[in-house]
């Protein structure tokens, strides 16, 4: 007989139970150190939060205006940079979105005509070929102030949806915050000082979302 065999045979009931006993407090014990107990108001006990626009764009918007200003480079340094090497200029100067090269700039214009509260801007220095404007609402469209710092990136949201939202949700705080207090509907013939983004999709015409904008 096999000495397995033989210790088989010596192995008691009393032992036997044992062993299972052990195994049993093991595998309890293993559940028990795996078990997180979760209070009733954590999130985890409440399933996903849903995105909210308006705490997304009042929390972020002050450090999106803080960096596009931070970043923000002379019109007339950029257009140069652009119309000299567009590839070399977007690696210096901007943002890469999906939508293309997202630049930050500044510049002081003169204001000219406006249809839905889009205006030309004549800005000295640039080329005379370059169409600038400034967008002031009451829409604000794109993705400028999203995109232009490139910390907020649709890996931090749920679905395109909420990503989109994000955008919408920084251009309604831009309208709350530093559009409020301009007239937007009074600004042909002024100068004014700008600090914004814009994505170029045509060089010879920017559309800049202001974070900044002041009359003279």
Do not use: H
């Amino acid at each position: 007989m096999s000495a397995a065999a033989v210790g088989r045979r010596r192995l008691s009931a009393g032992a036997k139970r044992g062993v299972w006993i052990g195994v049993i407090v093991l595998v309890l014990l293993g559940i028990v150190l795996g078990t997180k107990v979760v209070s009733s108001d954590d999130p985890l006990a409440q399933g996903a939060v849903d995105f909210d626009p308006a705490t997304f764009g009042a929390e972020n918007f002050p450090t999106v205006q803080s960096t596009i200003v931070d970043k923000a480079t002379d019109a007339t340094t950029l257009a140069d940079a652009i119309a000299a090497d567009p590839d070399a200029a977007a690696k210096e100067y901007a943002v890469q979105s999906s939508g293309g090269p997202v630049y930050s700039v500044t510049f002081t214009g003169v204001v000219g005509e406006g249809q839905s509260g889009i205006y030309e801007v004549t800005v000295d220095g640039v080329p005379d070929d370059l169409l600038i404007r400034v967008q002031t609402g009451p829409a604000i469209n794109g993705t400028d102030l999203r995109d232009a710092t490139g910390d907020i990136t649709f890996g931090q949201f749920t679905n395109q949806i909420d990503f989109q939202n994000a955008a919408s949700a920084l251009n309604d705080e831009l309208k709350k915050t530093v559009l409020a207090d301009v007239d937007t509907t009074n600004l042909t013939g002024k100068t004014i000082e700008v600090t914004g983004a814009f994505t170029l999709v045509n060089p010879a015409a920017w559309l800049v979302t202001p974070v900044e904008l002041s009359v003279q």
